[in-house]
């Protein structure tokens, strides 16, 4: 079974939460990511991005032990290949680092900080795809990491 297929189904658990046009461009991305963060990954994270409206009860079995929720807008599958792996890579640097910000910490937080959190979230998604794209490709993405910085 190919990388990617393997990704897939060890994501299947949340197949709901995940239209199946999107589901090969998620693992694709995943593909593109170190074995160790993708193992971090499938035992820790849910994706989503819905479609269409819909209540999903936090306690239903699936987030069960896992450390948090990714949320995908459904534009994002209309990206180039790139762009799909960079935000996938970002938001999920930010999990590994613990850098949530809830809107109680968001009030509380100096723009500089916040920029820092972004600038730590890049670099890592940089780190992490430079192995499959250029890095000046990469860092073209970035909103908050920029030369110099």
């Known amino acids: 079974m190919d ?28 593909s593109l990511l170190p ?7 499938v035992k820790n994270l849910i994706f ?33 290949p790139l762009e799909m792996a960079y935000i996938i890579a970002h938001e999920i640097a930010h999990a590994i680092k613990d850098d949530t910000i809830d809107m109680e910490m968001e009030k509380n937080l100096s723009l500089e900080e916040g920029e820092d959190v972004e600038i730590r979230a890049d670099r890592l998604a940089v780190e992490w795809l430079s192995q499959h794209y250029e890095e000046r490709e990469l860092r073209k993405l970035c909103r908050y990491w920029k030369e110099g910085t």
């Open 35 to 41: 074995e160790e963060i993708v193992d971090f990954v």
């Open 3 to 30: 990388r990617i297929k393997e990704i897939d189904y060890d994501l299947d658990v949340a197949r709901e939460f995940i239209p199946e046009h999107a589901r090969y461009h998620l693992a694709k991305s995943l």
């Open 48 to 80: 989503i991005s819905p479609e269409d409206y819909r209540y999903i009860k936090l306690d239903h079995w699936i987030f069960k032990n896992r450390l948090g929720i990714i949320s995908l807008c459904p534009e994002l599958w209309k990206e180039e």
